[in-house]
């Protein structure tokens, strides 16, 4: 027996969408401007090209909207974004029990995204700098790297304000910053963290002359 397209369903929740159900009991979520351009109508007969496309359709309507969600709660660029939307289709394909390769789909989507100007890689800086105010400037040139950034070069950090904020800790008040041996575990426990040498000797210089 033909696929067929018993309803189109309204949304309760979401304007633009539509809810298509099929004869073998899948059920799509769809754009509701893709129902006039593919001529979709319930008791039409789906073949396996209409079929297909309706697949892709959904797909793409679902995995463009969550990106711009993504993109809404903090800035992305495509090294970002890329992976979410991979694991993001992972989840439709078992959600909807789809099958095929739909991973062209992510190309068009970024491509989509950076025509809007939606993939902001000077946002996406400014946004990585605030978010890892307190780590050290080794680090965040690791964490640049990874994203295959640069970390600007006028940045200057605040890392003796850092690891000056790290030893004003509680668990570090009763420590003699001058005994060697206390100075030797911070230098070492510190520059485990990233920090240069000469930053945390002049973070310690001041803090135990302030004491």
């Known amino acids: 027996m033909p696929l067929q397209l018993?309803?189109?369903?309204?949304?309760?929740?979401?304007?633009?969408r539509v809810w298509l159900i099929f004869s073998n009991s899948l059920k799509l979520p769809f754009f509701i401007d893709?129902?006039?351009?593919?001529?979709?109508?319930?008791?039409?007969?789906?073949?396996e090209e209409l079929f297909n496309k309706i697949k892709t359709s959904s797909l793409y309507y679902l995995l463009y909207n969550y990106s711009l969600n993504q993109v809404a709660l903090s800035p992305k660029i495509s090294q970002t974004l890329s992976p979410k939307i991979r694991q993001k289709l992972r989840f439709y394909l078992r959600k909807y029990k789809l099958s095929g390769d739909y991973l062209y789909l992510i190309d068009q989507i970024i491509?989509?995204?950076?025509?809007?100007?939606?993939?902001?890689?000077?946002?996406?800086?400014?946004?990585?700098?605030?978010?890892?105010q307190k780590h050290s400037r080794q680090y965040l040139s690791r964490l640049f790297s990874y994203y295959h950034l640069s970390l600007p070069q006028n940045y200057l950090g605040a890392d003796i304000q850092?690891?000056?904020?790290?030893?004003?800790?509680?668990k570090y008040l009763s420590l003699n910053l001058l005994e060697n041996s206390v100075k030797n575990?911070?230098?070492?426990?510190l520059l485990r963290k990233g920090f240069a040498y000469h930053d945390i000797k002049t973070a310690i210089d001041e803090l135990s002359k302030s004491r």
Do not use: H, M, Q, W
């Not at 893709?34 to 073949?47: A, F, P, R, S």
């Not at 850092?162 to 509680?170: D, E, Q, S, Y």
């Not at 575990?185 to 426990?189: C, G, H, Q, W």
């Open 34 to 47: 893709d129902v006039v351009i593919l001529g979709l109508k319930t008791g039409l007969e789906i073949n």
């Open 111 to 132: 491509a989509k995204l950076s025509s809007l100007n939606l993939l902001d890689e000077v946002a996406f800086t400014n946004y990585l700098l605030r978010k890892n």
């Open 6 to 16: 018993l309803r189109l369903l309204p949304s309760r929740r979401t304007n633009n």
């Open 162 to 170: 850092n690891i000056k904020n790290i030893l004003v800790k509680k």
């Open 185 to 189: 575990k911070l230098f070492a426990s």
